[in-house]
């Protein structure tokens, strides 16, 4: 099983560098992550923060939405191109189990994640911090922003692998992996706005609201992260939403870790079903 | 001896369509079996069902005894599917490897393997700059991984040239003197004939002939054809005192039933030394073929 699993990801990584993916991913995060620490922040010191600090939480917005991206991106064409090309039904009547074929697919998908994640943001913290000196008190925040920002995509990765699995085209994979980014990050925080506009301070403003928004794994990420930045960085929209939320820590993260559970299974039910 | 594969009153439907129907069929070790049929006629879904891909509606199925699909089936069969396309930016030598990995063979034999398909020299180049043969010979080498006991070939020799054919056909009995049972579907009927032991006929979805060649020949009743070449264009004279056709104007062909072959011959050779040379020639693969695929002659076999 670990044996098939690993073949399986070591053949998934050898295409995902030779197709440029693993590069292109990182540098995708670098540049946005770079653009994101020089054009958008605040100058420092005039709220009493380092640049890094700010950097970092400048950054968790971003992650918000290019890391479910870039996961949906890695992950949506696995068993869906496969299905197309006609090389699933050959790996399914190989000796190894439906359950390492996803375990294989899914540990590289990761891997090229987590790369792009800990190069792209380590990259673009190491330049702000030595361009602007200052004290290295970000760097316990970056390391918190990266494997958090690695969970809320590992969560992407495993929907993507069930859409993936529920497909037999990538065509139809990719349009429902484009449907699930727009749905789950960019309209899910605005619908659920507007609902709030619409109830003017309400019960559910106060009570079903804050928990439906950290419901969704990208708000939880964002919250997790906020919780470690000092208060007096100003948060705007849903993220102040979120900060109103006095949860514990392992909350956000739970909710990261269940969507990971929940579409992994998902995923290998789908690939059970599936036939040649 | 148990049969390698047992399947037993099998039937797939698709809606109101039965893609296979009431198919019942026994495959023994070492045995070479061609399944034929017309597009649609069921073939590949027979096989996807062997492989355990998909379930039958009703019937059963045996793969050495275990069902289709389960650990102890896959571990033994090989399977080269319709139309594959395998990762483009793997080498050949690459992919083949995975597939050894996976059916826990040694990363020694993939050389040798893809050695014995002539593909040695593009083994280091990427799978998307093979051409379709090279692609199939990737599949075919995969077949061969760590000796299979059932080897399933959904049309092989597709985009194989003659030789490559050859070399299939020399792989196969290969197999099958090891004691594989091979069942291998395809619309290539003229290099089967006296390669497989026997033929399987399906016609939307019914098995309607199953037996050796010469036997499917008898039952079907087809008739023999002879071809006599003659010396000094007396071909007219003769084709009038024999009852046949004169071809041109050195031959004649006479068509006559199986069992009145040699009663036709020995008219033949009484003519003497006007007769040049004969052919006897047996209805072909083709002609049986087309013969239970028709439908007015479904079932006349066992
Ligand atoms: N997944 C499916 N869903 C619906 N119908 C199917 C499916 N698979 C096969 N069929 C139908 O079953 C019938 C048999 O198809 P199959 O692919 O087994 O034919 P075949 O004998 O392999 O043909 P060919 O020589 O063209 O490969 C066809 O009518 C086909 O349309
Ligand atoms: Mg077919």
Known sequence: MIRSSVTIAVAELKIAYR??????????????????????????????????????????TLCVYLVPLIALLLSYDGFAGEAERGSLPLLFTYPASRFALLAGKYLAQLVILAIAVFAGFGITAGVVWSVDGGSSDGFALLFRLQWSAT????????????????????????????????????????????????DDGGTFTKSVFPWLLLANPTDAFRLFVLQAVDATVPGTGPQAAVQMLDVPAFVPVAIMTAWVIVFLALALASLRRAEG | MNPAVRIDHVTKRYGAIAAVDGVSLNLAAGETLALLGPNGAGKSTLIKMILGLTDPSDGNIEVLGSPPGSHAARQSAAYLPENVIFHKSLTGHEQLTMFARLKGQPKASVQHLLERVALAEAMHARIGTYSKGMRQKLGLAQVLLGQPKIAILDEPTSGLDPLSREMFYRMISELAGAGCAVLLSSHALTELEARTDRIAILRRGKLVACDRLSALRAAAGLPVRLRVEIRNGQADDVASKLGGQRVNGQAVELVCEARDKVARLADV???????????????????????YSAAQNEGKTS
Do not use: K
């Open chain 1, 19 to 60: 197709n440029q993916w693993v590069v292109t991913a990182v540098a995708l995060m670098t540049l946005f992550g770079l653009i994101l620490a020089f054009a958008g922040s605040a100058p420092a010191g005039t709220l009493g923060v380092d640049r890094l600090t700010l950097t970092v939480s400048s950054l968790a």
């Open chain 2, 269 to 291: 050779t009484r003519l003497g030394r006007t007769v040049a040379d004969i052919d006897v020639v047996p209805p072909s693969l083709e002609d049986v073929y087309r013969y």
């Open chain 1, 151 to 198: 969970l809320l995509g590992a969560g992407f990765l495993a929907l993507g692998a069930a859409l993936s699995a529920a497909s037999r085209q990538t065509g139809t994979a990719a349009s429902l992996a484009i449907a699930v980014w727009l749905l789950a990050v960019v309209m899910y925080d605005v619908g659920l706005l507007g609902a709030v506009v619409a």
